[in-house]
C-alpha cells in the first residue's frame, strides 16, 4: 500500500456548501509498465473516507504519458488510484507522487 499523508478540514465552506468534510491526501506510487489495452491501479489510505465520498481531483508529479487516470473511494479508508492505457504500445511510468480530494457530500 501506498504511504499517505490526510489533511482534513470540515464544516460547510466549501464549495458554497455542498460539502460538510473535505480531505486532501497523497501516496507515492509506481505503477511501473502498463501493457496496451490494460490498467494499473494501487491505493492510496485516506483514513475517514467512506463508500459514497467522492474523489473531487486527482493529480500526478510526472506526465501520465497518455494514459487515463481516475481514482474512486472503493472501501472505507482507501481510495483506488487507477491509470489505463490505449495508446498502441507499453508505458513504463516513474514512481510518482499522486495527490486526490475526496469530499463528502451534505446528503449523506
Request: aromatic residues 6%.
Amino acid at each position: 500500500m501506498a504511504a499517505s499523508s490526510v489533511v482534513v478540514k470540515e464544516g460547510r465552506e466549501q464549495f458554497g456548501g455542498v460539502f460538510s468534510k473535505v480531505w486532501a491526501a497523497k501516496g507515492t506510487i509506481n505503477f511501473a509498465e502498463v501493457a496496451d489495452g490494460d490498467e494499473a491501479v494501487d491505493t492510496i489510505a485516506v483514513p475517514g473516507v467512506a463508500l459514497g465520498d467522492v474523489v473531487v481531483a486527482i493529480s500526478a508529479s510526472i506526465d501520465v504519458e497518455d494514459l487515463g487516470l481516475t481514482a474512486a473511494v472503493t472501501a472505507a479508508n482507501e481510495v483506488t488510484v487507477q491509470v489505463w492505457n490505449n495508446t498502441g504500445g507499453a508505458i513504463n511510468l516513474a514512481s510518482a507522487v499522486y495527490k486526490v480530494i475526496v469530499a463528502r457530500t451534505i446528503f449523506e
